[in-house]
């Protein structure tokens, strides 16, 4: 078990599968990624293909016109995306992005619980597509969509 703050080496990322590896992170047996505190959010379920996380912005979010900053949506986005790749993951291997693209439909209120759900669509021997979307908790209401396509390396 990592200690928190503390991430797990390279050869012992390599030494399990992506979906142990998320497994381990949702039991709290590995350290969290440091950016999911930062943008007030966190995993949820993990399952085949598929994580959720939970999140709510802060005013420490907003751009400089007082809305909940379009990079917040990215972040999440590419998090849940990244992590629905790492389920399918095989041992030996890690990903990195390539790239994403986000769609904000509707802004989110401040304190405003959403929950974020990336679903991974493919995954080959070097590269894996996935999308994701961002939904309002109390009411469903989508404010946001992406795409990412990821690299497989190792």
């Not at 797990?8 to 505190?37: E, H, N, T, V």
């Not at 999308?131 to 795409?147: K, Q, Y």
Request: proline share 5%.
């Amino acid at each position: 078990m990592s200690e928190p703050g503390t991430f797990p080496s390279r050869d012992a990322i390599l030494s399990m599968s992506g979906m142990d590896f998320m497994q381990g992170m949702l039991a709290g047996r590995l350290a969290a990624s440091g950016i999911w505190q930062v943008m007030g959010f966190g995993l949820v379920t993990v399952d085949p293909g598929r994580v959720t996380f939970r999140g709510r912005p802060g005013t420490r979010h907003a751009n400089p016109v007082g809305a909940v900053h379009g990079g917040w949506f990215g972040t999440l986005l590419d998090s849940a995306m990244g992590c629905a790749v790492m389920t399918a993951v095989p041992q030996g291997k890690w990903y990195t992005t390539l790239e994403y693209k986000i769609s904000l439909i509707r802004p989110v209120a401040f304190g405003a619980e959403v929950e974020v759900t990336g679903i991974l669509d493919h995954c080959g021997r070097s590269t894996a597509v996935a999308r994701g979307e961002i939904r309002g908790m109390t009411d469903g209401r989508l404010h946001a969509t992406g795409t990412t396509t990821c690299i497989l390396l190792g």
